[in-house]
């Protein structure tokens, strides 16, 4: 476990590492906010649980539970400043992000104005994973416009102090984590459950649907007129509006959900 913290008026940031192999479902993940965008006190959103919870669990199909083991493998993976694997998918994300604009280093401070925290974003992703970043550089190379729209806050009627764009990801990563129940051997959830329906079809599912709940937590803070303080109303906001999606009747894959939509390359 990788945790950290910080308090007397510091930027806060207490970040667990999902529990290795089967030891699954007590991690509770936050993370804060950009320094030289916000200042203080992102936090994410994390669904709290007391041990003695009655949760019924799911049976899976064999494809279901291979995808499932598939995509906890890559939540269990750290990110490693070392790798270099996980260089080139950081280099990538810079220039999914500003495209002919030349990184200096990867560690830098223009890494900021993605909305990091610091000059050196693995400090952030060793909390998250290699997978956050990976949904990142998903979403800027399959939806680059939503995810330019999203980074320059193009759309809509934005507030004064924003939330930053990099951290708001990471935060949504642990979000759909905990929402999809992904910890568990075997989803206890209708909503995880559900999912799983639809990992099985599509490996890359989990990306796809981290897009989309990207897209839409932009839309809600957008409609709440939003800002920096409200950051986990909103995020509050959009785990309702997607579980309510996820268990529409008519669902039968990511792409008919409304929230989809929201979405354009």
């Not at 990867?106 to 970043?133: A, N, V, Y």
Request: charged share 25%; aromatic share 10%.
């Amino acid at each position: 476990m990788d945790d950290r913290g910080g308090g007397g008026g510091g930027s806060f940031v207490a970040v667990r590492r999902i529990s290795q192999g089967l030891d699954r479902g007590n991690a509770c993940h936050s993370t804060s906010g950009s320094a030289a965008w916000l200042g203080r006190g992102l936090s994410c959103v994390c669904a709290q649980r007391r041990d003695s919870d009655a949760r019924p669990s799911f049976d899976l199909t064999a494809s279901q539970e291979e995808c499932l083991h598939r995509l906890q493998s890559r939540i269990d993976v750290a990110y490693d400043s070392s790798v270099r694997e996980h260089q080139e998918a950081l280099r990538a994300l810079w220039h999914a992000a500003f495209p002919g604009e030349e990184l200096c280093g990867l560690i830098s401070e223009q890494w900021k104005e993605m909305g990091w925290q610091g000059k050196d974003p693995s400090t952030d992703f060793r909390g998250g994973g290699f997978i956050s970043l990976e949904n990142l550089l998903y979403f800027g190379r399959n939806f680059p416009k939503s995810f330019q729209d999203l980074l320059r806050k193009k759309e809509g009627d934005r507030a004064m102090w924003e939330y930053p764009f990099a951290v708001a990801g990471v935060n949504i990563t642990f979000m759909l984590i905990q929402i999809l129940d992904l910890e568990a051997v075997k989803p206890r959830t209708l909503v995880g459950a559900t999912f799983l329906k639809f990992l099985a079809e599509n490996e890359a599912a989990f990306d796809l649907l981290y897009c989309i709940t990207f897209k839409l937590m932009d839309h809600q803070w957008l409609a709440m007129h939003a800002s920096y303080m409200d950051f986990n109303t909103v995020m509050k906001a959009t785990r309702r509006q997607l579980e309510r999606e996820l268990l529409q009747e008519d669902i039968a894959r990511l792409e008919d959900l409304p929230c989809y939509s929201l979405l354009t390359r």
